[in-house]
T-cell receptor, first 115, second 114 residues
Framework: SAVISQKPSRDICQRGTSLTIQCQVD?????MFWYRQQPGQSLTLIAT?????????ESGFVIDKFPISRPNLTFSTLTVSNMSPEDSSIYLC????????????FGPGTRLLVL | AQSVTQLDSHVSVSEGTPVLLRCNYS??????LFWYVQHPNKGLQLLLK??????LVKGINGFEAEFKKSETSFHLTKPSAHMSDAAEYFC????????????FGSGTRLSIRP
């Protein structure tokens, strides 16, 4: 099974600051995604992290607010920029492997509180 | 455009009785459909998926779902509920249209009464 880690697991931040979340996978994956899960809500896809090129953002999410990097096939970062209390959420990364196409494996999530 | 609707925000059943969690979808293209489960303070886990093969899909922990194109439904069922089934369940639709989209339903919280 997939081993996916996220750092930090949780953080409390001041408004106006930025936080970078890391997602590390134990082996090479084909797809990496970033989601947001607001309190008591479902998951919303933020973007697909593309290796070696710009991420593909979903409607309502922009690169200036959520810059994403994916320098290789096992690692990605999501930055939440210029944070406001509305950014308080759980942020999750998920991955797909070539062998189990379309099955997403989720990381444990990063719980963010913005004051 | 595509969407997914989970018809019940909360379902409560007695242990040992059948479970039915309802999901309807809308998609302009042939979609792939999934059910994920999220236990309290645990990560999301795939229960089962439909990707245009058999319409009746069997998953883990005794769950199954049937893809009904005419009804645009993908309801999740289990013959006999167990206390460990208490969790949040998400129906997910994925379509490879011009813009690949993964959309999660709003979720159904399943409670099991002893």
């Amino acid at each position: 099974s997939a081993v996916i880690s996220q750092k930090p697991s949780r953080d409390i931040c001041q408004r106006g600051t930025s936080l970078t979340i890391q997602c590390q996978v134990d082996s090479q994956v084909t797809m990496m995604f970033w989601y947001r899960q607001q309190p008591g809500q479902s998951l919303t896809l933020i973007a697909t992290a593309n290796q070696g090129s710009e991420a593909t953002y979903e409607s309502g999410f922009v690169i200036d607010k959520f810059p994403i990097s994916r320098p290789n096939l096992t690692f990605s970062t999501l930055t939440v920029s210029n944070m406001s209390p509305e950014d308080s959420s759980i942020y999750l990364c998920s991955v797909e492997y070539r062998e189990t196409r379309e099955t997403q494996y989720f990381g444990p999530g990063t719980r963010l509180l913005v004051l | 455009a595509q969407s997914v609707t989970q018809l019940d925000s909360h379902v409560s059943v007695s242990e040992g009785t059948p479970v039915l969690l309802r999901c309807n979808y809308s998609s302009s293209y042939s979609p792939s459909l999934f059910w994920y489960v999220q236990h309290p303070n645990k990560g999301l886990q795939l229960l089962l998926k439909y990707t245009s093969a058999a319409t009746l899909v069997k998953g883990i922990n005794g769950f199954e779902a049937e893809f009904k194109k005419s009804e645009t439904s993908f309801h999740l069922t289990k013959p006999s509920a167990h206390m460990s089934d208490a969790a949040e369940y998400f129906c997910v639709v994925r379509s490879y249209s011009s813009a690949s989209k993964i959309i999660f339903g709003s979720g159904t919280r399943l409670s099991i009464r002893p």
